[in-house]
């Protein structure tokens, strides 16, 4: 199994770009979700989804879209980059019956 | 307003020490706690996950306790070695019955050899 997989790896944006974050898993995971994580403040759940077309906001939402169209996919798409956006961003997935939760290795994202 | 605090400053320890890293918490009364670790450039890995009726949770050389009066999750390494430096992570489940995590902002460790 490759777990989580996350692209790109790095990104670095112009204010105002929009961009989509992939996110993959191959676990048959029933929840996703996405976090991202700021230096000093731990990290922040953005957005989550239970299931394929079930999907709810997190601590942070703002700026930020997600679907879920197939239980193996979950992208995060930025509508128009601010550089308060600049993170790094992490997609985790579990199964919905247990609690530990598999992270990916996370994208960079700059904007400038 | 809800908290979780870890220790914000590194923990440098001995090789072969043990290591006790401290999660608090205010205003949350979570059923499960859980304790990840995180080595840079990488995603979090879960390493432990404790319940409220449990006090105590081991796994090789790590142990985690639990105490909801207190607030307070103690997480620790016995044996420590050179490979156990990373950040180490709590979390929590702010809402009772949904599956979203609340991070603290994680301790690093650091053994020295």
Redesign the interface.
């Known amino acids: 199994n490759a777990g ?1 997989t996350q692209t790109p790896k790095f990104q670095v944006l112009k204010t105002g770009q929009s961009m989509t974050l992939q996110c993959a898993q191959d676990m048959n995971h029933e ?1 996703m ?1 996405w ?1 991202r994580q700021d230096p ?6 953005i957005h ?1 989804s ?1 299931g394929a077309g079930i999907t709810d906001q ?2 942070v939402p703002n700026g930020y879209n997600v679907s879920r169209s197939t239980t193996e996919d979950f992208p995060l798409r930025l509508l128009s980059a601010a550089p308060s956006q600049t993170s790094v961003y ?1 997609c ?1 997935s ?1 199964r ?1 019956n247990l ?8 994208t960079r994202l700059t904007v400038t | 307003s809800q908290k979780i605090e870890q220790n914000s400053e590194a923990l440098n320890i001995q090789e072969g020490k043990t290591a006790t890293l401290t999660c608090n918490y205010t205003n949350y009364s979570p059923a499960y706690l859980q304790w990840y670790r995180q080595d840079p450039g990488r995603g979090p890995v879960f390493l432990l996950l404790i319940r409220e009726n449990e006090k105590e949770k081991r796994k090789e050389r790590l142990k985690v306790t639990f105490d909801t009066t207190l607030k307070q999750s103690l997480f620790h390494i016995t044996a420590s070695q050179p490979a156990d430096s990373a950040t180490y992570l709590c979390a929590l489940h702010a809402t009772p019955g949904r599956r979203a995590l609340t991070f603290g902002s994680g301790t690093r460790l650091q053994v020295q050899p």
């Open positions: 989580v929840y979700s976090y000093g403040m731990g990290l922040r759940l989550y239970v997190g601590e992490f985790a579990s919905i609690y530990e939760q598999y992270f990916g290795p996370g």
